[in-house]
């Protein structure tokens, strides 16, 4: 992946200033209006990106002010972009991809056979999200997705080898998007929908050590006010207890038992508001679509359930080393496990093919959204 040095200095030029690399690891800027603005930097600076700075430079890091300037800049440019990589497949498929294959899926209720193995050409849609995170701090953060058009496979393990190709220029070229044997693109709604279902669990993967931080400072919060409070509750009880023998006279407990409430209450807010105050919320905002079309190893299956049959494929690229998984035709996760369904043979996970809690019988989503189709 390139440096925030290389982005910057790209985006600068872009964007018209004059750029310099000095060093260490340093850049030396002539901005005009619209960079100065966007950066809040003078006409001419020196910017700073290493642990050393050259003389006279500004610390520049990955901070979010820095990263929205930039993005100012840039605007929509490279919002949306096509690519294409030169074919980087070997003469034959992998040994051993059939094999792979039947590890790979277990029909519940179907058989399938493998048809063929051959070379395909798909595209993958790989999105970047930018996610902000609003709780006791404010963390910003990029999550990506990546998806087969062809059969809607998740390719999570395309990730971070696309990111890490695409950070050799070498081998790319803007796409024009024709091509018969290419799959066709996503609507913008299908990107919509597909990211609605996929992305929340991937961010509660990704976010899983900011909550954990983040509940141990909580616990550590309540845990000071459960102390605080029980030592106030005591000490206001033992003066309570104390008094009659004290007054050796008539005892008048309503101060007494109005502080026991009135600490009980306080202890109750102070907790709401320990809880309100780690309450997270989360925003993803989609920043960039790439499409990106790549020469895959394509395997063609057939799933058969009584007579019927359905044709579809997993698709292998060399980029990852990894076959991927089909998608589960409801909620699009991937699965290993599937049931077919009756009428059409779509795939449904585990957790898409339970039964309908009212009559016990399974049904399939797809063919008949929610509702069972036997209690409607
Ligand atoms: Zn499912
Ligand atoms: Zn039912
Ligand atoms: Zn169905």
């Excluded at 595209?123 to 062809?150: G, H, W």
């Excluded at 790319?172 to 299908?190: H, I, N, T, V």
């Excluded at 006279?249 to 009135?262: V, Y």
Aim: net charge positive; hydrophobic share 40%; with cysteine.
């Amino acid at each position: 992946m390139r440096s925030l040095r290389e982005v910057t200095a790209e985006t600068l030029t872009l964007a018209g200033a004059i750029v310099e690399p000095i060093a260490p690891e340093g850049l030396e800027v002539m901005a005009p209006t619209e960079v100065r603005q966007a950066l809040s930097i003078p006409e001419w600076s020196r910017l700073g990106f290493g642990t050393d700075l050259p003389a006279g430079a500004r610390r520049v890091a990955l901070e979010p002010d820095w990263v929205s300037g930039l993005q100012r800049l840039i605007q929509d440019r490279g919002r949306s972009v096509r690519m294409s990589l030169r074919s980087e497949l070997s003469g034959k498929p992998p040994r051993d991809l059939e094999r792979s294959v039947a590890q790979q899926i277990v029909l519940e209720n179907a058989t399938f056979r493998v048809r063929e193995v051959a070379p395909a050409k798909t595209r993958y849609l790989l999105l970047s999200f930018r996610l902000a995170v609003v709780s006791d701090e404010k963390i910003e953060d990029f999550i990506q997705l990546c998806v087969n058009e062809s059969n809607s496979a998740i390719a999570d393990s395309m990730v971070e080898p696309l990111l890490k190709r695409l950070g050799e220029t070498n081998g790319w070229s803007l796409a024009d998007g024709s091509g018969a044997e290419l799959p066709a693109p996503w609507s913008a709604r299908r990107v919509e929908e597909y990211s609605t279902k996929v992305l929340p669990p991937r961010i509660k993967l990704r976010l899983t050590p900011v909550v954990a931080g983040m509940e141990r400072r909580m616990d550590r919060d309540l845990q000071r006010l459960h102390t605080y409070h029980s030592e106030l509750w005591n000490h206001a009880r033992r003066q309570f207890n104390a008094r009659p023998e004290r007054k050796g006279g008539q005892r008048d407990p309503t101060a007494e038992l109005a502080k026991l409430d009135w600490i009980e209450r306080e202890y109750v807010a102070k907790i709401a508001d320990t809880r309100l105050k780690y309450a997270a919320a989360v925003e993803a905002r989609l920043e960039q679509v790439l499409r990106l079309e790549i020469e895959v190893w394509r395997v063609y299956i057939t799933i058969l359930r009584r007579k019927m049959s359905r044709s579809t494929h997993f698709d292998f690229c060399g980029l990852s080393g990894a076959l991927e998984r089909l998608p589960c035709d409801s909620c699009w996760n991937c699965s290993k496990t599937f049931v077919v369904c009756d009428e059409q043979l779509h795939l449904l996970c585990p957790a898409c093919s339970s039964p309908c809690p009212s009559c016990g019988k399974t049904f399939c989503q797809v063919c008949h959204g929610t509702l069972c189709p036997k209690c409607a």
